[in-house]
């Protein structure tokens, strides 16, 4: 079985055969990345298992209201398991000190992800692409452990199914996707609750953050663009560098087919944060600059200082509005 085929059996028998394990995700973790933490964490406490979930920095406060938030350890210093699970990380630099430290005192790792540019680490693969959701992929693994769903991880799951699909407006929504919705939703996920607390559900601090940035908003050759200083984000009162989804609200303007957020770490480096319209690859931009994530949304950390990183991306994303899609015109693409 060659990696790039999930091995479902695999995965079933190394969790059943686990006394203890260890849940790991992504740092500077999404909706996607919490929801697969806490659903699994939840299903497979249900199952019996003895389960820890890490990640660096803990749960981001938009998403404590999730159950089992305040069970999830924001490092790892301590302990040793049979298994490791890595969810939503598409590399292994991406699950931070958690990650680290848990490969080195775990017996076993499984890589649960759903990015195209998974580097397949770990020992047991489930890397779906095809999937809108890491939570997605878990939904077919728990399907295949005949496990039944609680409302608790049910909830967690259509946390990440809603998140990463915008409120199931990316393009690789499908029949499918909307099935596996209902059957969240018939397991009890409140999806209109999940809607309110995720998507529509931002700080004023944020919008802060949004009126600096947006004063820095450019638009040339398609590519919107805008930028987020520390010093932004001090006056804001925020301590993360987090974009709160600006970049997909960027790349909803009609004369744009990709959006750019460039944010300033506290070493000088700087996160991008991209989004496109179909028919635009980012993942093509983020993956030769050292990061990953998907054809419409993806993301890099590359060396500063802000203006110099600023003018070397948004030249390689000209260059993919310019050999994108020829045949659409911005105003009536269709949104990401």
Known sequence: MTPDTPNWPGAVRAIDAAASILLVTHVNPDGDA???????????????????????GGVPDFLAFLAGADSVR???????????????????ARTGQAGAYGRAHSRAVMNVDHHPTNTFFGDIFLVLPEAVSTTEVLFRLLDHMQQPLSAEAATALLTGLVTDTLGFRTNNVTAATLR?????????APLREVIARTLNNKSYKVLLLWQRALASMTLHDQVIAASISQEDLRSAGLADATDAGLSSFLVSAREAVIAVVFKELEDGRVELSMRSKPGYDVASVALGLGGGGHVQAAGATIDGPLPAARARVL??????????????????TPLA
């Open 34 to 56: 919490i929801g697969s933490l806490l659903g699994l964490a939840a299903a497979l406490r249900e199952r019996g298992r003895r389960v820890d979930a890490a990640v660096d």
């Open 74 to 92: 924001d490092g790892l210093d301590a302990g040793e398991w049979d298994l490791m699970i890595s969810l939503d990380a598409s590399d292994e």
């Open 180 to 188: 596996i919705a209902v059957a969240l939703m018939e397991a009890g």
């Open 315 to 332: 030249a390689l994303l000209q260059q993919v509005a310019q050999s994108g899609s020829a045949g659409l015109q911005p105003a009536e």
